[in-house]
């Protein structure tokens, strides 16, 4: 079964602080995304990866960054966490463009 | 720009059929996914169908694709509460998952 693992489930931090989202997968699989959801305003894509050190704009990617320096990890950075980016993140991966995305078990995070 | 809608809940009682309905704005629209979520845990594929197709029938599920009025609907026939989740919409409007447009997600919930 491919397994993506999202190390924090729950996490609080202070506005100003730096924060480390961690994806790891165990599939090899070639492309990985951040995802943020909201109520009521679904899943939106913050940043993708197609390959190693590659990373692509999605549609909010402002206030945050990414890093992809192996295959299976992807990290979101949050360089100064502000309250508005509390929420729940979503990494997810797939082989190839057209196929299923699996997605990790989230990480709630909640700026104060 | 693209958009997909969804309504927020549905109600059903045990047994029954439930319906959940999709609208989208783009006609571009080449795979269109159903994902559940259920309670803690990230989203998973339940089915997806191509642009191309009309309908599409997986055990209790059917899905329907009306592609004048931009439509998709999912089916889940005899519903059950392990079916109590959140069902969200999803279109590709160019194949890759750099447009991958998520709906708001519709809650379904099952009652005795």
């Known amino acids: 079964d491919v397994k993506v693992t999202q190390s924090s489930r729950y996490l609080v931090k202070r506005t100003g602080e730096k924060v480390f989202l961690e994806c790891v997968q165990d599939m090899d699989h070639e492309n990985m995304f951040w995802y943020r959801q909201d109520p009521g305003l679904g899943l939106r894509l913050i940043y993708f990866?197609?390959?190693?050190?590659?990373?692509e704009k999605g549609d909010i990617p402002e206030g945050y960054s990414v890093s992809r320096e192996k295959k299976e990890r992807f990290s979101l950075i949050l360089e100064s966490a502000s309250t508005n980016q509390t929420s729940m993140y979503l990494c997810?991966?797939?082989?190839?463009?057209?196929?299923?995305?699996?997605f990790g078990e989230g990480s709630r995070l909640t700026v104060l | 720009g693209e958009d997909v809608e969804q309504s927020l809940f549905l109600s059903v009682r045990e047994g029954d059929s439930s319906v959940i309905n999709c609208t989208y704005t783009?006609?571009?629209?080449?795979?269109l996914y159903w994902y559940k979520q259920e309670p803690g845990a990230g989203l998973q594929l339940l089915t997806y169908i191509f642009s191309n197709m009309d309908m599409k029938q997986d055990q209790r599920l059917t899905v329907l694709l009306n592609k004048k009025d931009k439509h998709l609907s999912l089916r889940i026939a005899d519903t059950q509460t392990g079916d109590s989740a959140i069902y969200f919409c999803?279109?590709?409007?160019?194949?890759?998952?750099?447009?991958?447009?998520f709906g708001a997600g519709t809650r379904l919930a099952v009652h005795p």
């Open positions: 990866s197609y390959d190693v050190k590659m990373k």
């Open positions: 783009d006609s571009s629209s080449t795979y």
């Open positions: 997810a991966s797939t082989p190839d463009a057209g196929g299923e995305l699996f």
């Open positions: 999803a279109v590709s409007f160019s194949g890759g998952y750099n447009k991958l447009i």
